[in-house]
């Protein structure tokens, strides 16, 4: 099954409502920077590589609305070039932990600054048409990096994986899931087992759902079972996704993760980051300088409507934590894999 986590279709961004699945498979349509914000927000859409592929698209959205809506109106350019800005700046404050999201809007605006002498018509068309290069890109670096995390698994590995780093975090393939697919597209034999990845369930609902659409053997486990497993012998691998690498090789990612790298290196196995170069924030030094996004803590009272925390009870929710870089056996990327990532391996990855 080819997962489409975004499409562009009557002129409109569409994308998986990622919140219902797997009992229901649903696109959402949206027409504007505000509108798709508010999907990145609530979670329709998330991982970072989608997130930025989706922030391309709400930056491009506007320019087309805009340039539509503005076309008669007097001192056209000046209306243009300010809502233009409002639309960047929404989508900026809708998460803050995924670069990616800051990686697309960077790009977008230096498409937008280098077309700046054209009309506003001509504008929205240059930068749709860098929303479409930018998806149909997360999809060929995926695969790359796929072929490149392929290679560190043996036929028959069983993996662990944690949160959802598969099509549905990308434009398609995927990072940590995207090195399963291809695992498997060369012949080998593995088998996946995914966290549930409490509290908003991404390992339960989302990478297994795309695991038993592929026919890839995946067992469901909940997030305090990972130790479990590892001292029975039962993990011979782990590889994740990433929001955020710091310049010294901190890796930022869904909560939990950092307690699965304490429980590989106990263990002695190796633990692995699936991620695109865009991925990697050279402006921040290291993991303690990456803003840790705090959500509702609804998320953590139950799930959806079902409720079963005690009423008055205090609650935290952090989406994030940090896995220091002496924790990482090595960084999947589509340039290769980086060993022991540290700030001078990653600065020489990044300049390759």
């Known amino acids: ?59 491009a959205l506007d320019a087309l609305r805009l340039s ?70 997360d999809i060929r670096i995926n695969k790359a990096m796929g072929a490149n995390g392929a290679a560190l698994l043996k036929d028959g590995a069983r993996v ?17 899931l995207g090195v399963f697919r291809s695992a ?3 012949g080998k034999k593995i088998s996946v087992i995914a966290d549930e990845t409490r509290p908003f369930l991404q390992g339960a609902r989302l990478t297994a759902w795309e695991m038993v659409q592929e026919n890839i053997p995946v067992t469901l486990i909940t997030d305090n079972m990972a130790g479990y497993m590892m001292a029975h012998g039962e993990v011979d691998a782990v590889v994740v996704g990433t929001d955020r690498v710091a310049a010294n090789g901190d890796v930022a990612n869904k909560i939990g993760t950092y307690m699965v790298a304490v429980l590989a290196r106990r263990h002695n196995i190796p633990f692995y980051v699936a991620c695109p170069l865009s991925t990697i924030d050279l402006s921040v030094a290291s993991g303690k300088d990456i803003p840790i996004e705090e959500r509702s803590v609804d998320e953590v ?26 924790l990482v056996t090595g960084l999947i990327t589509e340039k290769g894999v980086v060993l022991g990532p540290d700030v001078h391996n990653i600065k020489k990855l990044m300049s390759s």
Not at 75 to 82: Q, V
Not at 301 to 325: S, Y
Request: hydrophobic fraction near 50%.
């Open 184 to 186: 498997v597209e060369a």
């Open 301 to 326: 009272k139950g799930f959806r409507d079902f409720h079963w925390a005690a009423e008055g009870v205090k609650i935290r929710n952090p989406a994030f934590d940090v896995t220091p870089a002496e």
């Open 160 to 176: 662990l994986t944690h949160c959802n780093a598969g099509a549905l975090a990308t434009a398609g393939w995927g990072t940590a």
């Open 1 to 59: 099954m080819k997962i489409e986590t975004l499409r562009w279709f009557n002129n409109r961004l569409e994308m998986i409502d990622q919140r219902i699945l797997p009992a229901a498979f649903e696109y959402l349509s949206y027409d504007s920077a505000a509108s798709v914000a508010e999907g990145i927000r609530s979670m329709v859409v998330r991982g970072a590589p989608a997130i930025g592929v989706a922030a391309a698209y709400g930056v």
């Open 68 to 137: 539509f809506v503005l076309r008669q109106a007097q001192d056209e350019r000046i209306e243009f070039d300010k809502d233009m800005e409002t639309g960047f700046t929404v989508l900026a404050a809708s998460r803050p932990t995924a670069v990616n999201l800051f990686w697309a809007l960077q790009r977008m605006r230096k498409v937008w600054e280098g077309v700046a002498a054209q009309t506003p018509q001509q504008i929205a068309q240059r930068l749709l048409a860098e929303a479409h290069e930018m998806l149909a890109e």
